[in-house]
């Protein structure tokens, strides 16, 4: 059974560019969650659909960043326009309905210049 | 709010030698607490996870973590340590019984072993 995947695994855009992030989940789960970590600090939450449906999007940091699901199956993560802050491992994670174990990707580098 | 503390940002030990990496979590709650591994190159692997129940938890890879409610704490153990060990270590806190399933993690211990 294929894990959760993330690309592209290394993105290097310039400051003001969009990148956009993709993943796809283990088939099955409706849980599926985007967390960051920055710089070496701990990996934060951003963000929790269930199946299409934002569940809670408490830690996006602001309206550059735009998250969707179309379909309850793969999720893009958009950011636009890309700040130097914004560098660093974007995780995606999935998880069955009930479930108490969240797959991870491997994490996709982004470094913005 | 739940937070985590990883202290040690950096451990280094022998190859054979015993492990223990420190959580300590703030919850108001009792927590559901996870160790994760991310070795280079790869995602977060689940080590193992604490719900209830016993309070020493068996893993994978041979790890065991120690949940004590009176510290506030979730020590990550291995009585003799692999080569193909070093990594970097997170624990987590989740607060699933809010509905809220979003975990939140410690800053992360790496840890070097020397031959």
């Known amino acids: 059974e294929a894990g959760v995947t993330q690309f592209p695994s290394h993105s290097v855009i310039e400051k003001g560019q969009t990148v956009t992030l993709r993943c796809d989940p283990i088939s099955g789960h409706d849980n599926l969650y985007w967390y960051r970590r920055v710089m070496g600090k701990e990996i934060k939450f951003l963000l929790h659909?269930?199946?299409?449906?934002?569940?809670?999007e408490s830690g996006m940091p602001n309206n550059r960043f735009l998250a969707e699901r179309t379909g309850g199956t793969y999720s893009t993560l958009k950011v636009q326009p890309a700040e130097l802050e914004d560098s660093g491992v974007y995780f995606c994670?999935?998880?069955?309905?009930?479930?108490?174990?969240?797959?991870f990707g491997q994490g996709t580098r982004l470094t913005v210049v | 709010a739940q937070s985590v503390t990883q202290p040690d940002i950096h451990i280094t030990v022998s190859e054979g030698a015993s492990l223990e990496l420190r959580c300590n979590y703030s919850?108001?709650?009792?927590?559901?607490l996870f160790w994760y591994v991310q070795s280079p190159g790869q995602g977060l692997q689940l080590l193992l996870k604490?719900?209830?129940?016993?309070?020493l938890v068996q893993g994978i890879k041979g790890f065991e973590a120690e949940f004590k409610r009176s510290q506030s704490s979730f020590n990550l153990r291995k009585p003799s340590v692999h080569w193909s060990d070093a990594a970097e270590y997170f624990c987590?806190?989740?607060?699933?019984?809010?509905?809220?399933?979003?975990?939140?993690f410690g800053s992360g211990t790496r840890l070097q072993v020397q031959p």
């Open positions: 987590a806190v989740g607060a699933m019984d809010t509905g809220r399933r979003a975990l939140t």
């Open positions: 994670a999935s998880s069955q309905v009930g479930g108490t174990e969240a797959f």
């Open positions: 919850y108001g709650a009792t927590p559901y």
């Open positions: 604490y719900f209830s129940g016993d309070t």
């Open positions: 659909f269930v199946k299409e449906s934002k569940q809670d």
